[in-house]
């Protein structure tokens, strides 16, 4: 079946520093992936679609120069909080749709918890 | 803009009863799913429904959809204690961007 990977699957981090994540289609191409937010015991919320190639489109409310997304590949998109602070520790979450085959279905990452001290 | 209400938003329930989990939505969709997640874990896809009238079953869950009423139901027959997590449904809009519900966490008591 077809495999997300985030990486890494927990951080810590201080204050004022970079955090990039990395999340990956293992057996599979995806034109398409999404990054969603997860606060603690609260619903998943979309952040960005991230479309390889071309720039990732923000959800109303999400600082695009804050939480940097490049997609450089079929099989890799990427998600960097920058200059992290405490109300950024949450737990990230990105998803897929393959390019061919179920394109009806998200598959989604396990999921990767930042926290900032 | 698609917005996705579901409850309850906690279910408590003993083992072996049934109960209904409801999920509506704003604005027209085809694509409808239900997901379940485990404390500190990411989402597990249990039920992807592309139709009006579809139905599908895994086990005591029975997932259903009317496109026309924009509602799913997530059944749960005879519950046992494994089942306790926290359920979403999910709506997709044309762009492929996926709207979540509030999640409704169940617990089932032995």
């Known amino acids: 079946g077809a495999v997300v990977s985030q990486h890494p699957s927990w951080v810590i981090c201080k204050s004022g520093t970079s955090v990039k994540i990395e999340c990956r289609s293992l057996?599979?191409?995806?034109?398409?992936m999404f990054w969603y937010r997860q606060f603690p015991k609260q619903s998943l919320m979309l952040m960005a679609t991230?479309?390889?190639?071309?720039?990732?489109?923000?959800e109303q409310g999400v600082e695009k120069d804050k939480f940097l997304i490049n997609h450089a590949s079929l099989t890799l998109s990427t998600l960097t909080v920058t200059s992290a602070h405490p109300e950024d520790s949450s737990f990230y979450i990105c998803?897929?749709?393959?390019?061919?085959?179920?394109?009806?279905?998200?598959?989604f990452g396990p999921g990767t918890r930042l926290t900032v001290l | 803009e698609l917005k996705v209400e579901q409850n309850p938003l906690f279910l408590s329930m003993q083992e072996g009863k049934n109960y209904t989990i409801y999920c509506n939505y704003s604005?027209?969709?085809?694509?409808l799913y239900w997901y379940r997640q485990d404390p500190g874990k990411s989402l597990e896809s249990l039920f992807v429904?592309?139709?009006?009238?579809a139905v599908k079953q895994e086990g005591r869950l029975m997932a259903s959809l009317d496109t026309k009423a924009r509602l799913s139901t997530l059944h749960i027959t005879a519950a046992v204690h494994d089942l306790s997590a926290t359920y979403f449904c999910?709506?997709?809009?044309?762009?492929?961007?996926?709207?979540f519900g509030a999640g409704t966490r169940l617990t089932v008591k032995p």
């Open positions: 998803s897929a749709i393959p390019l061919a085959g179920d394109t009806d279905t998200q598959y």
């Open positions: 057996d599979f191409q995806a034109t398409t």
């Open positions: 991230s479309n390889e190639g071309s720039k990732a489109t923000y």
């Open positions: 604005t027209t969709s085809d694509r």
């Open positions: 429904l592309l139709s009006n009238g």
């Open positions: 999910a709506v997709a809009a044309s762009n492929n961007d996926m709207r």
